[in-house]
Structures are given as C-alpha cells and as structure tokens.
C-alpha cells in the first residue's frame, strides 16, 4: 500500500511556484501544468484537482497472512478539479518549445467527505455531516509497524489529467505531485506545561538513617536485624512526588518541567526518625516518550492495548551519569521540589519528515485523530534513588498532549538561524553565559563582511 508518488515527464507535468512542498489548510496552491511533446490537437482537456485521503492496512501474520485495508478521502476533488483548458492545443516540433497552464487551487480548511467514497469498518471520529463540516484537514504523516506488516498515513496530491481526442492525437496523460500539509498550534507558544502530581510511597530500613550511624560499620548483630526485618531497624516513609507535564509543544526553546520532591511521613516512620532530614541521591533516570498509534480498516481494528507503540528516549540516563556533581534531593519538611527537566534541558524537536538517517519511530509526533488513524502519547519513567546505602525505585506515566508549534515559528526561522538550518535542538544560552557586548557584536559583522543597518549606535563620535 505504497504512498502515491509523483510522476512527471514531457508529456505531461506539474510544477509549483517557488518549488514549495509544504502547505497548511487555506492556503492556495499556485504553480503550472507543461507538456513539452508535439501536439497538434483541436480538442484537448487539461484539468487540475487537489486529492487527499488517509489510508491504513492492517496484516494478520501467519499462514493465511490475512489483509485488511481502509481508506477515507479527506478532499473532494471533484469539488477542487479546475479546467486549464478545453479547446485546441498546439505544440510545435522544434525540439524545445513546451506550453505551460498556470493554475491556482485552494487548499479546503475543512474535510469534505462527498463525491468519492470510503472503505471502513467504524471510525474515531463521527461522520455526520454536523461533525465532519467542523473536522479540519489533518497533516500529512506516515507511520509504519517494525514488522512492515502495517502501516497508515495520511497523504495529499495534485494530479493533471490531459485528455487529447482528434486523428493523429489521441490518449489520456497523468501528472502528479504531491504535497505536504501541516499543522499548526492557531494560539501563541504555551506557557506553562501543566505539570500532574503522581505519588508514589516508599520505605526504607537502615540503621544508617540514624544521624549517629551514618556512616558507622555495622555490628553483625545490627546486620542480622536488618536481614530479618526486625522492629528495631529504624524505618523512614516518603513520598516521591513526580510533577509530569500534561502538555508540551515541539520546537519549544523552552525546557519543559518535570519536577521531583520528596516528602517524609514522619507518622509512618520510626519515633527516632522524625524531624531527622534525609538525602536521597538520583542514581538512574529513564524518561521516555511513548507513541501509541491505533487505525482501523474495513474489517478489523487495533486500539491502544494492541496499537503500534514505539519508544523516544529523552537522553536522560547518559546526561545523568554525564554530570559532574550527584543530584540530590533533600527529603524534610517544606523541602523544594528539584525542576529535573530545566537541569536536563527536556525538550523534544519536530521533524516535518523523518530525516533519512533516522527509521520512522526514532522522533516523536504530535497527537492526531482523523477518521480511521489515531495517534497519542504518553509519558513514561524510572529512576532510582539511593537513600542511607539503600536503593529504591519508582516507575509512573502520564497521558501527554504533543503540540505543534505556533504557525509563526513553522514560517520564520528564529532571528540569528540560517533559514534551513537545523535549530531543532538550539539550547538556550545557561545562567551563566553573558550576551555579547555591541561592541563584539560589530567585530564578528566586521569580520564577516556584514554591513550594520546603522552604525555609532549608541556611542558618542
């Protein structure tokens, strides 16, 4: 179930204004259709239509190999079809000369499911015309199981159909082009991650909780009470209170916030305990984000039990043991939470399409729900913490909405990048770093050949 390629040739081709590849929902299509063959025809028809459609097969392994298929159309193209010309056509044989057709066509905002049909079993969202008429136009994506097995994407195309119809020239010749749309957040850049409280309670048995055995040696007779569990071991309950987004947005410079703190249970704990700070010290930290893609086709579904899953790993377990200093989290009374994700600059990139180094599940895609594809994320964690010589773990997850950036970051590059750059892992300067002065702002456009917009700005002559 490839996706539709482009075809072009001399016989018949598409070209866009500027070379663009990229779109949003609105936006109008501009460029020509060209056809460089002789011709000489007195009825020809060269019509222009925009097509779009969302896809999924479904393939059921063993030794029938089973396959289910879906498909929605997302564009009417016979509401979009433009007719370039109905008339004659006359191409002369001199070996160069070529006709060109410019055309216009504008990019619905919304789905429209009239005009060609659709093969489905059910599907997320509802398809009455109330509901559809307020669906906007998903971006185009491509996902695939690592098996190859199954697959989904969503995918838009112009296609030129000329249809030649005189003696001596006669046929039917196809172009096609696809193209991509994006999506984009309609509001500003977020400004808070709208962190969730997970909890997770623990208990620690040491003798080393005791400020006077901390770092003592142990007796044998200590050692035997701790293997058996006895009462006299003294014992410290805490809670460790994960602070997880809920939302975050690709391309944000921004670090998002993921915050750890720990709160002792001093009326769960030993009497000799109470009051007593502790220190527990980050050993191991895993944060990952998981994508869970669930389709539906004609005859069967997956959902998210059975849906395709793939992992993205934020990097956290190689930037912790990377670090220079331990990170340390205080477990008393009124003791601040540590904002791990600013320490560790959690931020994820968006990739229009998968860099061809990279297989399609190694970055992470902003939730999508079209008719018969899903997509949504979770966020996912371990860590471990060593507390008086002990070690503890926790685990957790939490339901993430992955945001596209706002438009006007997808348009622009930020000031200072090469447009075409790859920015998408910039970082921030640290706390640290000093902007530059303008006095060594001008030297690097000096010796860059740059020509300042002003000059003496701010100096006296």
């Known amino acids: 179930m490839p996706q539709t390629q482009a075809k072009s040739g001399p016989a018949l081709g598409i070209e866009l204004d500027e070379d663009r590849k990229s779109y949003w929902p609105g936006d109008v299509i501009t460029g020509y259709v060209y056809r460089q063959v002789p011709t000489v025809c007195p009825t020809a028809t060269l019509e222009i239509s925009l097509h779009g459609r969302a ?113 001596g020239s006669k046929g039917s010749y196809t172009a096609i082009q696809p193209i991509r749309i994006l999506r984009f957040n309609p509001g500003s850049s977020i400004t808070s991650n709208h962190l969730k409280r997970h909890e997770s309670e623990l208990t620690v048995s040491s003798f080393h909780l005791e400020p006077s055995l901390k770092n003592a040696k142990l007796s044998r007779s200590q050692k035997m009470k701790k293997v058996f569990g006895t009462p006299s071991v003294p014992s410290l309950t805490f809670n460790i209170e994960v602070g997880a987004p809920t939302v975050i947005q690709t391309d944000d410079p921004n670090p998002f916030q993921f915050s750890l703190r720990a709160v002792p249970q001093w009326d769960k704990s030993s009497k000799s305990l109470r009051d007593v700070p ?154 640290d770093e000093n902007p530059p002065t303008f006095r060594e702002v001008q030297e690097e456009d000096r010796q860059a050949g740059r020509v300042p917009l002003t000059s003496n700005v701010g100096e006296k002559s």
């Open 278 to 431: 502790q220190t527990l010290r980050l050993t191991s930290l895993d944060i990952n984000i998981w994508t869970i893609v669930e389709v539906k086709t004609e005859r069967r579904s997956i959902g998210d039990k059975d849906g395709w899953k793939f992992a993205t790993s934020l990097g956290t377990k190689s930037a912790l043991k990377s670090l220079s200093s331990p990170v340390e989290i205080q477990c008393a009374n009124d003791s601040p939470a540590i904002d791990v994700g600013k320490l560790f600059k959690l931020r994820i990139p968006l990739y229009l399409t998968p860099p061809s180094e990279l297989a399609w599940d190694e970055f992470v895609r902003p939730g999508i729900v079209t008719y018969i594809i899903k997509i949504t994320n979770q966020l996912r964690w371990e860590m471990e913490f060593d507390i008086a010589g002990e070690n503890v773990k926790i685990d957790g997850k939490g339901d993430l909405e992955v945001l596209w950036p706002p438009r006007e970051e997808f348009s622009r590059p930020p000031i200072g990048i090469p447009a075409g750059s790859d920015q998408s892992w910039v970082a921030p300067p640290t706390e």
């Open 55 to 167: 896809k999924s097969k479904i393939i059921e392994p063993g030794y029938h190999r089973n396959e289910y298929r879906g498909e929605f159309t997302l564009v009417n193209s016979l509401k979009t079809a433009r007719i370039l010309v109905h008339g004659p056509i006359h191409i002369a044989a001199d070996g160069g000369t070529q006709n060109k057709w410019p055309f216009s066509v504008a990019i619905p905002t919304h789905v429209n499911i009239e005009g060609p049909g659709y093969y489905i079993m059910s599907t997320f969202l509802s398809i009455e015309d109330s509901s559809v008429a307020k669906d906007e136009l998903p971006p185009s994506f491509e996902l695939g199981s690592k098996d190859d097995f199954d697959e989904a994407f969503v995918e838009y195309y112009l296609q030129a159909s000329l249809k030649l119809d005189a003696k």
